[in-house]
């Protein structure tokens, strides 16, 4: 079972109330605060949901504080492997005299307003302590390698919290690097899957926040693909059934670059999917008429 970005794409046709649902994770995510929690929360609820039999997404009514304080735990996984950084690189700051000022006060009020771009807040203040001359560009770039490095192993981290259902998982490098080691390549698939996915879901305009919700919905598959791997394929989860079906399906177009299709999802209900080479989106309402 290799992860596949059209299944991921796709699943959630499974659920007939797929629309609302990721139409209500957009108008979540667009709240100050805790609309990135939230929906961070809801990610690990549908992680969860993959590996039982009931083909359908988490329902977002009477679950708001438990998707924040979900979200929140999670968000204490990502710092929580990114602290090293975090502290290696205000040591070399302060080394350097570099003093708080408008530009990262800026950053910091728009971080802390909005985290769903607060990951990119290591990256920015490298950004700007370079163009003040307080980092090297070889010290910049040792940065950045750095950064990728950690964010490429934190989703195996989620995964062993998938397995275990426990937060403190995620940090278990002794079974987390093990497993990367034995899924690489189905794990770099997941990886550039998701980025791919992640790209056409923020850049959605209009309907950017239903495009973001949509993504992290397919990225929690295309990763929690790999993890299926070592399960049964009659094990009766929506995961093995998404991937039993579609190696028994045949994608007749892949090799074109975009194709536009249309498919009934489990209520009957006509939608439009832009196809491209490796990963496929159901489109909302909105754009369907400027496609079909």
């Known amino acids: 079972m290799r992860p ?18 990721v139409f209500d994770g957009g108008l979540r995510l667009c709240i100050p ?82 985290p769903v771009f607060s990951t990119l807040s290591l990256p920015v203040a490298v950004a700007l302590l370079t163009l003040d001359g307080r980092l090297s ?49 189905a794990y770099c698939r997941a990886w550039v899957d998701s980025i791919w996915i992640s790209t056409a879901g923020h850049s959605a305009l209009p309907v950017a926040p239903w495009g973001v919700v949509w993504a992290y919905v397919a990225i929690i598959h295309s990763f929690n693909a790999v993890l299926a791997r070592i399960e049964a394929e009659d094990s009766g989860t929506w995961m093995a059934a998404t991937l039993q079906e579609a190696r028994g399906r ?17 209520g009957g209900e006509r939608c439009v999917v832009l196809r491209f080479r490796t990963f496929s989106v159901p489109l909302p309402r909105l754009l369907e008429r400027f496609v079909a």
């Open 4 to 21: 596949d970005g059209h299944t991921a794409g796709l699943f959630l046709l499974d659920d007939p109330d797929w629309r609302r649902k």
């Open 33 to 114: 605060f805790v609309g990135w929690p939230m929906i961070l929360g809801y990610r690990s609820a549908l992680a969860g949901a993959l590996f039982r039999s009931e083909r359908r997404l988490p329902d977002w009514k009477g679950h708001a504080r438990q998707y924040v304080l979900e979200g929140l735990r999670a968000m204490c996984v990502i710092f929580g492997y990114l602290a090293p950084l975090y502290l290696l690189l205000w040591f070399v700051a302060v080394e350097r005299g570099a003093e708080p000022g408008a530009r990262m006060a800026l950053a910091t009020a728009l971080f802390v307003v909005f």
């Open 137 to 185: 560009h070889a010290e910049a770039a040792a940065f950045g390698i750095a950064f990728a490095a950690i964010i490429f192993i934190v989703p195996a981290g989620f995964l062993q919290v998938t397995r275990t259902h426990r937060i403190r998982s995620a940090f278990a490098l002794q079974r987390t690097l093990p497993f990367l080691a034995r899924n690489l390549r």
């Open 250 to 266: 045949a994608h007749d177009d892949l090799g074109r670059r975009r194709s536009v299709v249309h498919l009934l999802d489990a």
